[in-house]
């Protein structure tokens, strides 16, 4: 199982999908290759968007399982077909069940609009502006059992403006999110990465 056999979870429309794409079209990956999209909504965006960009998917609708568990495990079956080393969640709107995790526990990784632990799950956007805080950001971290638990792997701020809306706050979070997400991926991919207990290593 390698580390630069990537596959992305998404859910909607996939801009940071398509920005680790173009990140891996630039050579900006370390080396780092998707090698498959996973979309619990056949009919999102982001399956146009892997299409275009000659990136393989496994479309699967959760309705058509039986059980959360049964889905996962096609997933997982899948997954080691390709030799499939870290999965990237890029708005994949799915809490993730052990039969995923356990295989894959450390393996995993979200981006999450917050600095984290602040304003963990939904809407964190709206959350920071409703509280009035000054200073929010964006967190890489990996994946456990929980709501956005997992330990932090990067996280970069973003300065809250005054009269600022949820969009306005968003389209700048977002350009962040773009930056580092690929930055987290190429560490990972190139093995510069270590977790000792909740705290990350990030060799430079």
Do not use: C
């Not at 390698?2 to 990956?29: C, D, K, M, P, Y």
């Not at 960009?53 to 996962?72: T, V």
């Not at 970069?156 to 389209?171: H, I, K, M, W, Y």
Request: proline share 5%.
């Amino acid at each position: 199982m390698q580390w630069s056999r990537i596959a992305v979870f998404a859910s909607g429309q996939g801009s940071n999908f398509a920005a680790l794409a173009e990140a891996e079209r630039a050579g900006l990956l370390g080396g780092g290759r998707i090698e498959l999209l996973v979309s619990d909504k056949p009919e999102a965006p982001v399956a146009k968007r892997a299409e275009e960009a000659g990136i393989p998917s496994l479309l699967l609708r959760p309705k058509d399982f039986a059980s959360r568990e049964l889905y996962e495990a096609e997933i997982v079956a899948e997954l080691k077909r390709r030799d499939i080393g870290l999965i990237v969640l890029a708005g994949y709107m799915r809490l993730i069940t052990p039969v995923l995790l356990e295989p894959y526990g450390g393996r995993i990784i979200n981006i999450h609009p917050s600095l984290l632990p602040a304003f963990a799950g939904k809407d964190a956007i709206g959350q920071a502006l409703e509280y009035g805080v000054k200073l929010t950001g964006v967190t890489v971290h990996f994946v456990d059992g929980g709501m956005d638990t997992g330990p932090v792997i990067a996280q970069r701020s973003v300065v809250v403006n005054a009269g600022d809306t949820p969009e306005s706050l968003a389209e700048r979070i977002h350009k962040i999110e773009y930056e580092l997400y690929p930055e987290v991926v190429r560490a990972l991919a190139e093995g510069k990465v270590t977790l000792e207990g909740r705290q990350t290593i990030i060799r430079r």
